[in-house]
């Protein structure tokens, strides 16, 4: 059974560092999805990572996949308060479904 | 192009009773998919529909149905409501099966609050 765990589940930085978000999951897998959620609001995608070694960045966020480690990482360069929210992967499995870990909500300080 | 649209937005049921909720998928896409959001689970994988056919169906007991129509709206349907059931219910559209790894645009939600 496919499982997918995030860490840090909690993170609170300063403005200006940089951060780096674990996604690590189980089983084989060539789709890994992560998204953003704001307080009471939907998701929205943010990439999407389908072969090992797969790197997109957009802004200030970069996201890697290395498919033989089961790892993708969610790196956020120079952080600004805009981009606190919570941070979602997701792996899809054999089976077709897409399974989400528990989210990672970032708090930027400024 | 518009975005993925769902209705009602919010809803208050008791329960027992049954709910339909409903998604609208961007103009050309043919797969939906169906998600759950709680506090305490957080988001978990309902069903997956492509082409008016179920494709694969999450952990849900039978109470969770859900079909799709020709022109890709989706309907999901939940019966005999619980009081766990209380949670977001998210749709997320994509051109083709999840399986192909598109994008998914996910829907604002319906918040379902069962008392």
């Known amino acids: 059974e496919l499982k997918v765990e995030q860490n840090p589940l909690f993170l609170s930085m300063q403005e200006g560092k940089n951060y780096t978000i674990y996604c690590n999951y189980s089983t084989t897998s060539d789709r890994l999805y992560w998204y953003r959620q704001d307080p009471g609001k939907s998701l929205e995608s943010l990439f999407v990572?389908?072969?090992?070694?797969a790197v997109k960045q957009e802004g200030r966020l970069m996201a890697s996949l290395d498919t033989k480690a089961r790892l993708s990482t969610l790196h956020i360069t120079a952080a600004v308060h805009d981009l606190s929210a919570t941070y979602f992967c997701a792996v899809g499995g054999r089976d077709d479904k897409i399974i989400f870990g528990k989210g990672t909500r970032l708090h930027i300080l400024p | 192009k518009a975005g993925v649209t769902q209705t009602p937005r919010y809803l208050i049921k008791t329960r027992g009773q049954q709910v339909t909720l409903s998604c609208s998928p961007i103009?050309?896409?043919?797969?939906v998919s169906w998600y759950q959001q709680t506090p305490g689970q957080g988001l978990q994988f309902l069903f997956e529909y492509f082409s008016e056919t179920q494709r694969n169906k999450g952990n849900f007991p039978g109470r969770f149905s859900g079909r799709q129509f020709s022109n890709s709206r989706s309907e999901m349907n939940v019966s005999t409501l619980e009081l766990g059931d209380s949670a977001l219910y998210l749709c997320a559209s994509s051109l083709r099966p999840t399986l192909a790894g598109d994008e998914q645009y996910f829907g604002p939600g319906t918040r379902l609050t069962v008392t």
């Open positions: 103009s050309g896409h043919r797969s």
């Open positions: 990572l389908l072969s090992n070694g």
